[in-house]
């Protein structure tokens, strides 16, 4: 969802779905450049992934697998900022 807010707010070009070793997702900036990111559920595995990847990593905390909307409108506004300061410090 945030990464489908931040294309129709025009701070993206697109992004995809890869689920590859160590990557997740690659996100087309606004200069036509991609970034490859993982995103992790704990800091434990953000601690893990860094480890053995040299690919930039979100966590993203939810234990709910169906959160109820003013928790979702957090997570994704969280995660929204997160991608942007990724986008931001490459």
């Given at each position: 969802m945030a990464l489908q807010e931040l294309q129709s707010e025009k701070k993206?070009?697109?992004f995809k779905y890869i689920n590859g070793a160590g990557e997740d997702f690659s996100i087309r900036k606004l200069n036509d450049t991609w970034i490859l990111f993982?995103?992790?559920?704990?800091?434990?595995?953000?601690?893990?992934?860094?480890?053995?990847?040299?690919?930039?990593?979100?966590?993203?905390?939810?234990?709910?697998p169906h959160p109820p909307a003013d928790l979702r409108a957090k997570l994704v506004a969280q995660a929204k900022q997160d991608i942007m300061a990724l986008i931001n410090n490459e």
């Open positions: 993206i070009l697109g993982e995103i992790k559920s704990s800091p434990r595995g953000a601690k893990k992934h860094r480890q053995r990847y040299i690919t930039p990593c979100l966590v993203i905390k939810n234990n709910q």
